[in-house]
């Protein structure tokens, strides 16, 4: 379960240098996450970086505080200057440096301290310092624990609020998620009471979708959708060359697995996509089936109960056959009819 250390909390009542940094690929749980928590630090009196591994997607441009987020990926030197000078380094939304990337290496090896916040299972041993449930239903959500935990309630600014609401929206389905809890509504109440607009926020992240985009949802839909209907799963193997007809970004893809999991019956989704060197995996669940077992089993990966990922450096269509035969190794016990 996740606790406060006392020592972090009274070395913390003196002006630190903290770095942030996330997860590669973040998310709005990922860089809301960070970016709150660098405003909480920062209206508490100290200095807060944001590190990036790699680019995050435009729908989250509008997130206060995205200029000065430093992308480890197109400006390296920055990066490491900003770990360099940092008294603290804080972990969020992961809880293994590999998930970090090359960026993580440096982290590895700066015996710096950390602090881990992070709601994903299985966490490895690199943090000094662990604020860490597998129950929040973000890690958005973790960030306003430790600011209650801290009594920093008076540093939860409104551009900390929108940040973290945003984690908390698309963590959580939009709310719908098991893990979604009246813990999560309370604070979401709470952010609202405090002035948050949170038509303007779902609008922002939910309601930017480009015409090539949808077009290209209709196409997958059209040509790139299976149903086995025998493990009530669906799944879409989308190859490169669809990525290059219909100009896909990363990002532009995000949610797609979750459209599987809409059809009636359906308890276990997948999307791979062939993103060149690699082809990127998605995986979707409902209830227990385990979706982060499957990951972790078949595709180097894991995740989530519900929400996992892996990779395959196989071509599309081998994975996708790996994909059937691994259905068929996991359906008999997590997949067959109730
Ligand atoms: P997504 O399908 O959105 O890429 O990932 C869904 C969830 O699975 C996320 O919470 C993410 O943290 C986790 N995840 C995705 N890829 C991996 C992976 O390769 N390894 C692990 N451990 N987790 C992953
Ligand atoms: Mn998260």
């Known amino acids: 379960m996740k606790a406060l250390s006392a020592q972090l909390t009274e070395w913390l009542q003196k002006p630190r240098k903290v770095m942030i940094t996330t997860h590669h690929k973040p998310d709005a749980d990922a860089l809301g996450s960070s970016l709150g928590w660098a405003h909480i630090l920062r209206s508490a009196g100290h200095q807060a970086t944001v590190v990036v591994p790699n680019d995050f997607p435009s729908f989250l441009d509008w997130m206060p505080g995205r200029d000065g987020v430093i992308d480890f990926e197109k400006d390296p030197q920055s990066a490491v200057t900003s770990l360099d000078e940092a008294d603290l ?37 690199f943090a000094q310092y662990r604020y860490h449930s597998v129950q929040a239903s973000s890690t958005c959500e973790l960030i306003l624990d430790l600011c209650r935990d801290l009594d920093w309630m008076e540093h939860l600014t409104a551009d900390a609020g929108a ?11 939009s709310f719908r998620f ?5 813990h999560t509504h309370r604070w979401a109440a709470l952010l609202q009471e405090r002035g948050l607009k949170h038509h303007q926020i779902h609008e922002a ?68 996509i062939d993103r060149g060197p690699l082809v990127k995996m998605s995986f979707r669940s409902k209830g227990q089936v385990p979706a982060n077992l499957f990951a972790s089993t078949y595709f180097e990966g894991g995740g989530h109960l519900n929400a996992a990922g892996g990779q395959s450096a196989d071509t599309l269509e081998q994975t996708e056959q790996r994909f059937l035969q691994a259905l068929n190794l996991f359906g008999p016990d997590h997949l067959a009819q109730p």
């Open 89 to 125: 380094i804080c972990c969020l939304d992961f809880n293994d440096l590999k998930r970090n990337n090359e960026f993580g290496e440096h982290i590895a090896a700066s015996s710096k301290t950390i602090l881990m916040v992070d709601h994903h299972p299985y966490p490895t041993d």
């Open 163 to 173: 940040c973290l609401y945003a984690g908390m929206v698309t963590d959580t389905g």
């Open 178 to 182: 098991a893990a979604c809890t009246p």
């Open 205 to 272: 992240i939910f309601d930017q979708m480009p015409v090539n985009i949808l077009r290209f949802l209709g196409h997958c839909f059209l040509n790139r959708l299976q149903v086995i209907e025998a493990w009530n799963t669906a799944y879409l193997a989308i190859p490169y060359s669809d990525l290059e007809a219909f100009g896909v970004q990363t990002g532009d893809t995000e949610g797609l697995v979750n459209y599987a999991l809409n059809l009636k019956g359906m308890r276990f989704a997948s999307v791979m």
